[in-house]
């Protein structure tokens, strides 16, 4: 195929994406004409009308629709960041436990990979909600002492006080996603040469730092394109924190969009609040693994 037809090709590819764009933007004009509702964001300074059940900033029913949404939005990023975090550690854990040459850890990794990644996460998610932090009983427990204290009204760790609806969606994202991230690790794992292995356990170092000073920072070229649509799938899969009455950005924006019955525009911030966070996630990983092969390159 010669240069002038793959240009060609793209600008007809161009056309056609501009055409379906236009359609589309032309239908949806026609139909809010139709029903006289227009295309309207003054709804957005009305009050909201309704409580949310966890706020990081203070927040009144009195309130704008706007500050609602900044509330489920900052929820939102709430349990999305921690269970990134709680998610990488635990799949980076298992993901190395594969590989080990302790058998025990080995088919425990293997069990835990291979069980959650069979069951759907909505499932799991009300396992957690309602079998695991409802069924706790009333009065606190406190297995560590003043660390940890749970009930099945709240769950309090070294003083911080978290809802039994975010505990649930936190841990139901982070096993979640944890079991997807193991199988990443354990791929890039494998991309490493077995000579590698072979050289650091000659050497006498000792399984764990072999894996932190040896194999892992030359799996993560591997790792880390991976790792980025993971993260990506955590932060839409959050939107499921809606069955266990989490007030995330899905959850209070499908109250406003009852309340003020603009179901477009509502949805149309909905799309490009998470078009935002999953660029910022991306934009982020990107830059982390331009680093890690530029220190590559460099050693």
């Not at 989490?246 to 959850?251: E, K, N, R």
């Amino acid at each position: 195929m010669t240069r002038r037809q793959r240009w060609w090709i793209q600008v007809l590819l161009l056309v056609a994406v501009l055409t379906l764009a236009g359609i589309l933007i032309n239908n949806l004009t026609v139909n809010l004409i139709r029903t006289g509702l227009g295309l309207s964001f003054r709804w957005l300074s009305r009050p909201a009308g309704f409580a949310i059940s966890e706020h990081l900033l203070p927040f009144q029913p009195g309130d704008s629709m706007a500050w609602a949404l900044l509330m489920g939005w900052l929820n939102s990023l709430r349990v999305i960041a921690c269970s990134i975090a709680f998610a990488t550690v635990l799949g980076v854990v298992a993901g190395a436990a594969s590989r080990s040459n302790n058998p025990l850890f080995s088919a425990l990794a293997g069990l835990y990979v291979g069980l959650i990644r069979q069951i759907p996460l909505l499932l799991q998610l009300l396992f957690w909600y309602f079998v695991a932090f409802l069924g706790l009983p009333s009065e606190p427990l406190a297995p560590l002492g003043a660390l940890i204290r749970v009930s099945n009204q709240a769950i309090t760790v070294m003083g911080l006080n978290l809802s039994v609806e975010f505990a649930a969606v936190l841990v139901g994202l982070s096993v979640f996603t944890g079991a997807a991230i193991a199988e990443v690790v354990r791929g890039g794992l494998d991309a490493v040469p077995r000579g590698q292995w072979e050289a650091f356990r000659s050497l006498g170092i000792g399984e764990g730092l072999g894996l932190q000073r040896v194999v892992l920072p030359q799996a993560l070229p591997a790792i880390l394109p991976a790792l980025s649509s993971q993260y990506l799938n955590l932060a839409k899969n959050s939107t499921l924190s809606i069955a266990v009455g989490y007030a995330d950005l899905y959850a209070v924006s499908d109250t406003a969009i009852t309340q003020t019955g603009r179901a477009i525009e509502g949805f149309l911030l909905l799309l490009l609040s998470f078009f935002l966070l999953n660029l910022l996630i991306n934009s982020s990983m990107q830059i982390l693994n331009h680093s890690v092969l530029n220190k590559g390159k460099r050693t």
